[in-house]
């Protein structure tokens, strides 16, 4: 059994700066990557950006959002610097792993935390 908890998000004015947080626990082997999409009312699921080998982002949070790990807790941040209006959305973050006992690898979820940046 893995979870993946998330911490952070709230209410930020615009321009404003937030980091959330999340925390995957369990019966983890490895941790291939880790990362955070997001969901806005009406709008499909986004990526935002991934870590592994590297770490990517989504042009539209490129120089303002950052994405960072510490392996040894199992944990990935996402600091949000500028915020926009636009950038309101429940954000979840993602890990895809080797459990204990599997072959093969599998991606986990995070029960998403709310960001609302008010213009």
């Known amino acids: 059994q893995v979870q993946l908890v998330e911490s952070g998000g709230g209410l930020v004015q615009s321009g404003g700066s937030l980091r959330l947080s999340c925390v995957a626990s369990g019966s983890i082997f490895s941790i291939n990557a880790m990362g955070w999409y997001r969901q806005a009312p009406g709008k499909e699921r986004e990526l935002v950006g991934t870590?592994?080998?590297?770490?990517t982002y989504a042009d539209s949070v490129k120089g303002r959002f950052t994405i960072s790990r510490d392996n040894a807790k199992n944990t990935v941040y996402l600091q949000m610097n500028s915020l926009k209006a636009e950038d309101t959305a429940v954000y979840y973050c993602f890990a895809r792993m080797f459990v204990r006992g599997a072959h093969s690898s599998s991606t986990y979820w995070g029960q998403g935390t709310q960001v609302t940046v008010s213009s």
């Open positions: 870590s592994g080998t590297i770490t």
